[in-house]
């Protein structure tokens, strides 16, 4: 296994991408295809810059793209991509929907959103979900009618309740687990295609 995490590593060094998780969001869209040229989209949890990288490069110079992390993060425009900014403030934040509207509908909301890991199974799944539900609320709020929803998500006994509500707020939804993610890790993806009519 060590071997292909280090083959992901090195593959994302030699591509220009500051993190190996972005192979996670490329392995999805080439199968399902939720981003195209021209879309919008939220990337939550951006930090160090790799999924937005990869969206912006997937939308193209017509499209855009928003990166959302309590961390600050510098993303490099890339020729041929689209425009990346980012905002810096916690998704939690009463306001935040007030401070991303400039920038709504979006047609794609991704996450990678994942807590600090205390070693307790039971509380990093709980603590994962609550992330992606907010996730979700965010997508809910955000998403023009049929937009997708890509998003990260520890396997745990409360996980089919969030997959049944992203089923709940979407037509078709699909379980993800990339090659590149470590079998033996419990993150998940769920994608929810086309928003239902709000």
């Not at 030699?14 to 190996?20: D, F, G, I, S, V």
């Not at 969206?55 to 990346?84: M, N, P, R, Y």
């Amino acid at each position: 296994m060590k071997k292909v995490q280090d083959y992901y590593f090195k593959k994302a060094k030699q591509e220009n991408y500051p993190a190996r998780s972005v192979y996670k969001l490329e392995e999805a869209q080439q199968k399902y295809r939720f981003m195209q040229s021209g879309d919008r989209v939220l990337d939550l949890g951006c930090h160090p810059g790799s999924w937005s990288l990869y969206a912006a490069k997937v939308v193209g110079e017509k499209g855009f793209v928003l990166g959302v992390d309590l961390q600050k993060t510098k993303i490099v425009h890339a020729q041929g991509s689209a425009l990346v900014e980012v905002l810096c403030t916690d998704i939690f934040d009463p306001s935040f929907i007030d401070k991303i509207a400039p920038y709504v509908p979006f047609q794609v909301v991704i996450s990678d959103l994942a807590p600090k890991t205390t070693g307790n199974r039971f509380r990093d799944h709980l603590k994962s979900v609550e992330l992606s539900h907010r996730a979700l609320e965010i997508a809910c709020q955000s998403l023009n009618r049929g937009g997708n929803y890509y998003c990260k998500v520890f396997q745990g006994e409360d996980f089919s309740i969030f997959v049944d509500q992203v089923r709940h707020c979407f037509n078709k939804t699909k379980i993800v687990k990339p090659k590149s993610s470590r079998a033996e890790s419990r993150e998940v993806f769920v994608l929810g295609f086309e928003l239902k009519t709000k």
